[in-house]
Structure formats: C-alpha cells, structure tokens
C-alpha cells in the first residue's frame, strides 16, 4: 500500500465546501500529517477549525485565495513545506459552473447569440489551467525534495511518492448547456494521462474521479425541477450523490496504487444525446 498517510502532506484546493471539504475531512480521519486547505471563501479558515477540533488535533491549515495567482499558489506550496514538509498529495478540486447554450438563436430577431467568450475564459482558467498548476506545483515538490535527498529517479516498489487526484465530472463527455465546464474537465483527462506518464518518474501517480450529480452548493444552485425530472429518475440510487461518497472515491485513488487512470463515480447516470 502506498506510504503511511501520518507522514504525508496534501493540499486541496475548493476546500470550504462540498466535496473538497469532504475530502479533508475524510484523510484527516485517516490520520495524514497535515492539508493545506485552499479556497478563496473566508469560510475556509471556519472549515479548518471545525475538523480540526472534530480531529483534535491542528492538521488543517487554512489558505484563504484565488487558485489562478501564482503567487498566491508558490506561497502556499513553500509555506506547507515550512511548516509540515514538502506537499506529496493534491487533490486541485475548486471549481466553477457558468451554464448557457453554446448557440442560443432570437427567433423573432433572426439572430444567434454566442456563448460568453469571457465566461469561457474564466472557465478554463479556474477548472483546467489552476487545476493543471497545483497538479505539477506537487509533482514540483515531489522531485525538489527527491533531489536535497540526494535521489532522482524512482525505482519502484511500495513507496509511492507522490498521489494527484483530478475531480473531472460526467460533463466530460459532453452535456447540454455546459461547453465551457465540459471542455474544463475533457481536458482534464489529457492532463492527467500525460501527467501520469510524466510523473511516474518522480514516482507521483496521477488520477481522475468523474463524478456525478454529488449534493453540494454547486448543484443545489442549479435549477432542481430539472434534476429532479431529467437526472434522478435515470440515476441507480434515485438521489444525488453524497460529497462523503465522492470523497471515498477520492480517498481510494489516493490510497491504493494499484488503481490508476479515471474513476468513475457516477451513480449510473450519463449525459443523454
Ligand atoms: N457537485 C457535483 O455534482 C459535481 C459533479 C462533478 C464534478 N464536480 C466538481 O467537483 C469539484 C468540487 O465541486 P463542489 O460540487 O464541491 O462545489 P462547491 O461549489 O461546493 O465547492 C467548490 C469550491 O471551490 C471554491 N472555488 C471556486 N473558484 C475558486 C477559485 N478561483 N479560487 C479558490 N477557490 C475557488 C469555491 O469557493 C467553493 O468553496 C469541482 O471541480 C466540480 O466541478 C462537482
């Protein structure tokens, strides 16, 4: 099994809320050094307090920021490594949903009406480009810290260095009303398959959770009648997903090396043509 989790250091990004969260919450139980949690919610710095004192014990750390500023994510990796030692776990799981049709026509105008190119930006800037940054920030650290050990390449066996976990979605294989954040996570899938073929040398695994419709803000804020009618009649278990079960996937991925490539946590249901 991979390296004891009391020795380990993670960030994970989004982690004021839903299934980011959940995720802290859950690895903390299972005993890992310390989380730099990062989200740029203020409830951030609540979220720490209250697992922490569930834990009783100070393992998360809050990061209160935006994961598109460098800086912002250069600071938080070399803050981590100060206080508890060199990040080895990621799970960059902030994200954003801005639904609209890609092609929306005025039919008594006799015009078409093009999807947001601004909100298409910002899309993939928080969904896929920060995700990708905080995923090779670890690999980063993973083969800096190699490297003052005075090892390069890894040779195999049960010590695993280093685990990345993307939370793609079931969107990644395209749905209605969703170009932006299906493009986010689609590309998330090459990411991860060319991260993983890259970071295995550091000896760092790379992996994907698609999950579906999971009970948390993010989906509490779309419009439920359409859930309720055209998602969870179709879905195995006829309700939404628990952040708690995702974060169980999540957790799974990173502890077992046995297991790579995607995940899919989707409880049957799959976007319609
Ligand atoms: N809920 C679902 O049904 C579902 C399904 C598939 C995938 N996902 C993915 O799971 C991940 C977590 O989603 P969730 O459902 O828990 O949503 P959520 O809205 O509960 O949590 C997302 C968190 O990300 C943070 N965040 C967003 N943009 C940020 C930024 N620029 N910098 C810092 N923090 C930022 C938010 O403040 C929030 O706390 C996302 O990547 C989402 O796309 C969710």
């Given amino acids: 099994m991979t390296s004891n989790l009391s020795k380990r250091v993670a960030v994970i990004t989004g982690g004021a809320s839903g299934i980011a969260r959940a995720v802290c919450r859950q690895l903390g139980r299972e005993g890992i050094k310390a989380i730099g949690v990062v989200d740029f919610n203020e409830a951030v710095r609540g979220v720490c307090t209250e697992i922490n004192a569930e834990l009783g014990r100070e393992c998360l750390i809050p990061y209160q920021g935006d994961v598109t500023d460098r800086a912002f994510r250069s600071h938080v990796f070399a803050d981590m490594k ?46 896929l480009i920060a995700a990708t940054y905080w995923a090779m920030e670890t690999i980063a650290s993973v083969a800096v810290a190699r490297a003052e050990r005075g090892q390069n390449g890894w040779k195999g066996g049960d010590d695993v260095q280093g685990e990345i976990v993307f939370v793609g979605s079931i969107s990644s294989a395209g749905n209605k009303g969703q170009v932006a954040y299906a493009a986010t996570k689609a590309g998330l899938e090459g ?64 502890r077992n090396p046995a297991v ?12 319609p043509a």
Avoid at 82 to 109: E, F, N, Q, S, Y
Avoid at 212 to 237: C, R, S, W, Y
């Fill in 82 to 127: 100060h206080r508890a030692g060199p990040v080895t776990i990621c799970v960059p799981a902030a994200g954003i949903v801005r639904d609209g049709l890609a092609v929306k026509v005025d039919k008594v105008a006799k015009t078409a009406k093009l999807y947001d190119q601004d909100l298409m930006e910002k899309t993939i800037a928080v969904n």
């Fill in 191 to 254: 990411v991860r398959s060319t991260l993983a073929k890259e970071a295995i040398y550091y000896g760092v695994r790379v992996a994907i959770v698609h999950p579906g419709f999971t009970n948390t803000p993010m989906v509490q804020a779309m419009d439920q009648k359409i859930i309720a009618e055209h998602v969870l009649p179709k879905t195995q278990l006829g309700r939404l997903i628990t952040p708690e079960e995702i974060a169980d996937a999540i957790c799974f991925m990173i």
């Fill in 260 to 271: 790579s490539g995607a995940l899919w946590a989707d409880a049957g249901w799959h976007p």
